[in-house]
């Protein structure tokens, strides 16, 4: 007997769930997601869980197919597709997007985060999400923030440890007037470039060197052309995973609804695997013969005090209230 109703009970909980899945209203679905660096790199680690999570969510309805490699184009392309509507979701930094909101150059004002925690309160907070919430009439639903993470210097000519050695350095930046700014007030010659031409761009010696993470020094191969790596941390840059809007004006309740929750499991996972990467990313470097020099804080702190340039026209062109806001943020999550 109670055999019996053990396995009603498990009946009825499994035409539950069944049940559950069939009412909400999932249309079948081919998103195509599109990003810049390679399969086999923690960004497409995580447009790969996204896409595995959003299937098991809708029942194999919604499928979320990866474009790595910028195969559907830069950044800022794929964000003038998102746009259009001629494609369904992105993920690339935020940095590329000032050209739609000017905003979201603050995120990438030299030294204002300390540490990973900082960040990722502020930008899942209010902050983060008014920020996101800004591209909605430009077109873009902004979903969630993963991270990219703390950029570091790499280059051909000379370790730098110190910020006179960055002098005359052709350095590749992302297409954002706040890294060209600070670049070129660091005494490097700053030029930008879309990530996707980076490569080619060091190998040809077009440019000297570039900044990124170490996990895309690693995933991007640039170990295979740069011989110094420099341990800057000089901003933390977040990436941003992006819809259409015209796409998801379009979907059913439901459908938004699954898309944000598998959004936010794809945030836990990527932030958690990219922080795990990392610590690993920099011994691997030094094995591919990468010379790596440790920045000391006050040579750092010399960088913040001559990126004050980069503040003060950011300021000047109308986000002095920005700033202030993001800095009573991140000293809320200090205290
Ligand atoms: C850069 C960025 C890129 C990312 C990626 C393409 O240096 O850090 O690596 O935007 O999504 O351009």
């Known amino acids: 007997m109670k055999k019996l109703v053990n396995a009603l009970a498990i009946a009825l909980a499994l035409a539950g769930i069944a049940g559950s899945v069939q009412a909400a209203d999932y249309k ?5 997601f599109g990003y810049g660096l390679a399969e086999d790199s923690n960004q497409g680690r995580a447009v790969k869980f996204f896409a595995e999570d959003l299937a098991k969510r809708t029942d194999g309805k919604m499928k979320a197919k990866g474009f790595a490699s910028a195969s559907l184009g830069s950044d800022t392309q794929m964000q003038n597709a998102l746009i259009g509507g001629a494609q369904e ?3 690339g930094s935020t940095a590329t997007l000032v050209g739609i909101v ?3 150059g603050v995120y990438d004002l030299p030294f204002l985060f300390n540490n990973e925690k900082e960040a990722d309160a502020v930008l899942d907070g ?5 920020l996101a919430a800004k591209l909605q009439e430009k077109g873009l639903v902004g979903l969630v923030y993963w991270e990219n993470g703390f950029r570091n210097l790499t280059n051909t000519k000379r370790p730098v440890a110190k910020l006179e050695d960055l002098q005359g350095i052709k350095l590749r930046v992302m297409q954002n007037p706040v ?5 070129n007030s660091f005494g490097a010659n700053a030029v930008p470039l879309p990530f996707s031409e980076l490569f080619t761009a060091l190998e040809t010696k077009t440019v000297d060197g570039q900044e990124n993470p170490v996990n895309t020094i690693q995933s991007s191969k640039f170990y295979e052309v740069q011989k110094y790596l420099s341990l800057t941390k000089h901003v933390y840059s977040p990436w941003i995973v992006l819809a259409s809007k015209k796409w998801w ?4 309740a439901d459908e938004k609804k699954v898309i944000q929750e598998a959004a936010v499991a794809s945030r836990e996972f990527e932030r958690k695997d990219s922080r795990e990467a990392a610590i690993k990313a920099v011994d691997f470097l030094k094995q591919k013969g990468m010379q790596v020099t440790v920045v000391s804080d006050t040579e750092l702190a010399r960088m913040r005090e001559k990126a ?3 503040f003060d026209k950011f300021s000047a062109e109308g986000g002095a209230d920005l700033i202030k806001e993001l800095q009573g943020e991140i000293t809320k999550v200090r205290k």
Do not use: C, E, H, T
């Open 126 to 130: 209010p902050f983060g999400q008014k």
């Open 249 to 252: 004006d379009g979907l059913s």
């Open 28 to 32: 079948p679905r081919i998103i195509r």
């Open 308 to 310: 004050k340039p980069a």
């Open 102 to 104: 000017k905003d979201f």
């Open 89 to 91: 979701m992105m993920v």
């Open 179 to 183: 890294y060209i700014d600070m670049f």
